[in-house]
């Protein structure tokens, strides 16, 4: 069984338009997270959900809006896309926000903006 | 400034050796210190945790040393294999942070050679 997954795996798409990415996690946890791994492999942290609860929100555009209708999902949806919004989009999950805990991420989405 | 840095060169060993990869960080007062391993296309996977107050963490032939000193953590995998292959990626929690928010090194790249 697919711990933390996300569809879909592949996105390409032009300037402009809006998409989402949709994440999944059956562990049971209670946080949620969404990266952005740029073409020089940085794995950078975007924000984060805790029980539907956002705890982080980095310096993000606000073209980029997270939502999450429950607990187990983390969607992503991005207005207007841009040339360098293309990366590899990362979800991951842990049992809870505190220091301790490991991280568990998903596949990832190659978002491709033409 | 604060940075998070790993030897961006790709680290190439013969089978059987040890790996050592470090990872060095600035203005950074890290509670805890994780390592994930990523292979190519595929999300990071947590490999161990090692926190302030512990000098060396072991997990079968992998051990991380975390010297607070020096600011600076050694990852170590002996007898190593081609399936050790991947890059590896170190990642600080801030001690002042209660968000769970992790930062990223860009990784290092390990390739085993048989």
């Known amino acids: 069984d697919t711990a933390v997954s996300q569809t879909p795996k592949y996105l390409v798409t032009q300037m402009g338009n809006d998409k989402s990415i949709k994440c999944e996690q059956n562990l049971g946890h209670d946080t949620m997270y969404w990266y952005k791994q740029d073409s020089k492999k940085f794995l950078k942290i975007m924000f984060s959900y805790n029980n539907k609860e956002l705890i982080i929100n980095e310096t993000v555009p606000n073209r980029f809006s997270p939502k999450s209708p429950d607990k187990a999902h983390l969607n992503l949806h991005i207005n207007s896309l841009e040339l360098g919004d293309s990366a590899v989009y990362f979800c991951?999950?842990?049992?809870?926000?505190?220091?301790?805990?490991?991280?568990?991420f998903g596949p990832g989405t190659r978002l491709t903006v033409t | 400034s604060q940075k998070i840095e790993q030897n961006s060169e790709a680290l190439n060993i013969q089978e059987g050796k040890t790996a050592t990869l470090t990872c060095n960080y600035t203005n950074y007062s890290p509670a805890y210190l994780q390592w994930y391993r990523q292979d190519p296309g595929r999300g990071p996977v947590f490999l161990l945790l090692?926190?302030?107050?512990?000098k060396e963490k072991r997990k079968e032939r992998l051990k991380v040393t975390f010297d607070t000193t020096l600011k600076q953590s050694l990852f170590h995998i002996t007898a190593s294999q081609p399936a050790d292959s991947a890059t590896y990626l170190c990642a600080l929690i801030h001690g002042s942070s209660n968000t769970g928010k992790l930062i990223f090194g860009q990784g290092t790249t390990l390739q085993v050679k048989p």
């Open positions: 991951a999950s842990s049992p809870w926000f505190g220091k301790i805990y490991e991280q568990y």
């Open positions: 090692i926190r302030e107050n512990e």
